[in-house]
């Protein structure tokens, strides 16, 4: 926002948005406005056309769920005026709580104002830049335009105030639903409910509106009538899309909104040089940035700031939020959160980015895996069936198939570090904190508890030991008998002549050759 000496004539002195009601029909605790469609709040893309216009000043009237919707307005504009309209008797008396605070704050009404509803999430910065405009270029006859409306022509126009004009096009009258008549009603053209006021003007009409409706409620609609009898100019700025003024009372309505949404995206993506396969099954949040030539496969979703450097591929089946994917990478059938994958790195399928992830140039994070504050050095890989969590994976390193760092002791988390050039073997588990050295490697099944060197092998399993014909003696009648008799398993001679003696035998080591080899999974 800039300071009211640097505001050419066409920025407002002030951007009005009414967020005060309650939104019932949604049946939801979250209230109306603060419900999400494609990446920010019905209010939050409010906001976003509404900084558009760089106005000196952004007045926000709040009422019910206060604590919620106020504070998500100054996180996203922290220099906003929060307005308080403590009992909601309508748009007239809305403005006039935000007249009252722009007056207070700035001293002053004077100048234009804009007045727009919260949840109108398809509305575009450009739109209010041309309904300013129009407003400014059409003075009336020696003054200044009172107001401007923005209407859009509609198939059904039931709910919607209807906008009278005279013969010369200029706007007569708005009249809510409610209070029209069968002719009134037949009209097409309606009020968007989105409004730029001589300010002057508008402080004092707000003081001569009246509740005498059928609602019982002060109108802001009611504006255009006193300006007629005051002899000013009232436009209209009637546009096709009229999707743009499209507001969501239910959930319903807001999901159409939200499809409606995420297609535009993502013909404004396609438009730019990005290949989306199925526009159907794909949806991009509005704060998302693709370079040209990536490719979107299908049942993706792309959240929040993700951004994707060209070249890449994404999917299918991949949801990534906050996620920043190089140049030339591929991710495929993969959840990630707050995670960085390198230009030309592989991740998937199945994999899990957790958050504080990040992969290096041309690193892989293959089938299976899940990473959690993990840093995957350049060249490194992690191919197969892996946790890797609080770790850091050398460059050009290799982590074999089902291998786990343990990080936690149960207070602490701690952190593995694996050297460059590094190969670790399948089913070893890393106890934290540990480190194993650039060029060193560990031995299947190792359980590292303690630092490799550089360039050593570590191993932790024992000698494998072999109980001679523990198939046949214990598993007498099974397929497992047949086919370990087929293949020339025997009995030892020592084992058979202590069997038939009644004298316990015991194998290599002291350990007893009938013990169960336990359960096995199938």
Known sequence: MTGPDDAPPTRPTAVVVLAAGSGTRMRSKLMKVLHPVCGRTMVGHVLTA??????????????????????????QVPGALLAV????????????????????????????????????????????????????????????RALTVLTAEVGDPFGYGRVLREGDGSVSEIV??????????????????????????LADA??????????????????????????????AHRIDDVMQTEGANDRAQLARLGTELNRRILDRWMRAGVTVVDPGSTWVDADVVLEPDVTLLPGVQLLGATAVGADAVVGPDCTLKDVEVGV?????????????????ASVGPFSYLRPGTEIGAGGKVGGFVETKNARIGEGAKVPHLSYVGDA???????????????????????????????????????????????????????????????????????????????????????SMARAAEAAGAAVPAD??????????HTGPGGFAPDASPGSHSE
Do not use: C
Not at 58 to 74: E, I, M, S, T
Not at 176 to 201: K, L, N
């Open 328 to 344: 030339g990478a591929r991710v495929v059938r993969t959840h990630a959160e707050l995670a960085v994958v390198g230009a030309g």
């Open 176 to 201: 809510e639903e409610r209070d029209a008549s069968p002719e009134q009603a037949a009209v097409r053209e309606i009020s968007s409910g989105i409004f730029v006021f001589d300010g002057a003007f």
């Open 392 to 478: 850091e994976i050398g460059e050009g390193a290799n982590v074999g198939a089902g291998t786990v760092v343990a990080n936690y002791d149960g207070v602490q988390k701690h952190r593995t570090r694996i050297g460059r050039y590094a190969r670790t073997a399948a089913n070893n588990t890393f106890v934290a904190p540990v480190e194993v050295g650039d060029g060193a490697a560990t031995g299947a099944g190792a359980v590292v508890r303690s630092d490799v060197p550089p360039g050593a092998l570590a191993v932790s399993a024992g000698p494998q030991r072999d109980i001679l014909g523990w198939t046949l003696r214990r598993r007498a009648g099974t």
């Open 85 to 144: 309209q403590e009992t909601q008797q309508g748009t007239g008396h809305a403005v006039r709580v935000a007249v009252d605070a722009l007056r207070e704050a700035a001293g002053t009404t004077e100048g234009v104002v804009v007045v727009m509803a919260a949840d109108t999430p398809l509305l575009e910065g450009e739109t209010l830049t041309r309904l300013v405009a129009d407003h400014v270029a059409h003075p009336g006859s020696e003054r200044p």
């Open 495 to 504: 084992v058979a002549e202590q069997e038939a003696s009644g004298t316990p």
């Open 206 to 235: 707000l003081s001569r509106i009246t509740n005498d409706n059928a609602k019982g409620e002060y109108y802001l609609t009611d504006v255009v009538a006193i300006a007629r009898r005051d002899g000013r100019a009232v436009g």
């Open 50 to 75: 509404a900084l558009h216009l760089e106005p000196q000043h952004l007045v926000a009237v709040v009422g019910h769920g206060r604590d919620q919707v106020g504070p998500h307005v100054l996180d």
